[in-house]
């Protein structure tokens, strides 16, 4: 999430052309069964996302000058004051829906491919 290039994967098809495209590895189980951990998915920086969409939010530290921190989630809602994202298997002690304040939102970007390799 800092931009660095750890590898390069094939590009779908969807994506050819596109500056600033790029794949993630999904850790975690927090959104199984839609994504397992080990599988890549690809983001389209660019695309417009709406409700129900899946998502790779960048959400910056309560810390000032702290790093990002990603999150591969369902879109829910954003407005001028927060984002709301949703998890399929919350963590003990969390809830379903995860909200951000709007401050902290660094981007939100669609995922357009998934894939188990």
């Not at 050819?16 to 389209?44: C, L, Q, R």
């Not at 702290?66 to 399929?88: N, P």
Request: net charge negative; glycine share 12%.
């Amino acid at each position: 999430m800092n931009g660095q290039e750890l590898g390069t994967v094939f590009c779908p098809p969807i994506l050819d052309g596109i500056d600033g495209a790029y794949a993630v590895y999904i850790h975690g189980t927090s959104m199984e069964p839609k994504f397992e951990a080990g599988e890549t998915a690809w983001i389209h920086p660019y695309m417009p996302v709406r409700r129900g969409d899946y998502v790779v939010a960048q959400i910056g530290s309560e810390d000032e000058g702290g790093e990002l921190e990603g999150y591969v989630k369902q879109f829910i809602s954003k407005t001028s004051r927060e984002l709301t994202l949703r998890q399929f298997n919350p963590g003990e002690g969390e809830t379903e829906l995860m909200t951000f304040p709007a401050e902290r939102v660094f981007s939100v970007h669609k995922i357009v491919f998934h894939q188990l390799v």
